[in-house]
């Protein structure tokens, strides 16, 4: 007798390839990669003595790691000039932003939100006479927070 499970079979895993970028400041699309979504929490560390010594370990600071972003350069040049207005001074250069993660069907899965992020820096990938590669553009974003909302 085969054996079965009870109730529908669903796939709930998450795939990493099916994934939006939407940043308030009007950057949005479709990315080849993102990576750095995580955080870590700094160590507090007070060492006490009474009848023996022992090390206590408390929470600290909480540091978001900075999230790149890579895709094909094309004609937007939205990024360019988000970077280029913070090197020539402007001060109102932080806005906030989601990754979310779809299925096959374009149903949202998952939603980190990111905020205060701005370009820390920006690259366009090397030229080579030798290759036909497609160029790529590359964003690091500084954050101030980051939140799974889903």
Same mark, same amino acid.
């Given at each position: 007798m085969p054996v079965t499970t009870p109730g529908e079979t669903k796939d709930v895993e998450l795939v990493g390839s099916w994934f939006f970028i939407k940043l308030d400041n009007g950057i949005e699309g479709f990315f080849t990669d993102a990576s750095g979504f995580g955080y870590e929490v700094e160590v507090? %560390?007070?060492? %006490?003595?009474?009848?023996?010594?022992?090390? !206590?370990?408390?929470?600290?600071?909480?540091?978001?790691?900075? !999230?790149? &972003?890579?895709?094909? &350069?094309?004609?937007?040049?939205?990024? +360019?000039? +988000?970077?280029?207005? !913070?090197?020539?001074?402007e001060l109102d250069y932080r806005t906030n932003g989601s990754l979310v993660i779809n299925d096959m069907s374009g149903k949202e899965l998952s939603r980190w939100t990111f905020n205060n992020v701005w370009p820390s820096k920006w690259s366009a990938s090397d030229l080579d006479v030798g290759t036909d590669d497609l160029m790529t553009e590359e964003v690091t974003l500084a954050v101030e927070e980051l939140i799974r909302e889903k």
């Open positions: 507090i %560390e007070k060492t %006490e003595t009474k009848n023996d010594t022992r090390t !206590i370990k408390r929470p600290g600071t909480t540091k978001y790691q900075d !999230i790149t &972003l890579k895709r094909t &350069l094309g004609p937007d040049k939205k990024f +360019w000039n +988000w970077a280029k207005s !913070i090197r020539d001074g």
